[in-house]
């Protein structure tokens, strides 16, 4: 299993599996690329439940990435 979310479980396909059936190996960088999207996506639709103390974990995450990144606000 990859991850559980709630009351979700998310599965994933091992690396021989995706060989197997033909789908295209995902360096680690990119899966993470990619899991961080689908967390951030889960965040932003479950922004309204969220307590602060957590919502201001999440702004300081955002302050570091948009530094990192460069990013004029």
Known sequence: MARVEGTKK???ITD????FIG???I????AA????????R???DNWDV???VDRNRIRDVIR???KTAGIQC
């Open 10 to 12: 998310y599965y994933e």
């Open 16 to 19: 021989s599996g995706k060989a």
């Open 23 to 25: 789908l295209p190996s």
């Open 27 to 30: 360096d680690k960088t990119t």
């Open 33 to 40: 690329v990619n899991d961080f999207v689908s967390l951030a």
């Open 42 to 44: 889960y965040i932003i």
């Open 50 to 52: 969220l307590n602060e």
């Open 64 to 66: 570091d990435l948009i």
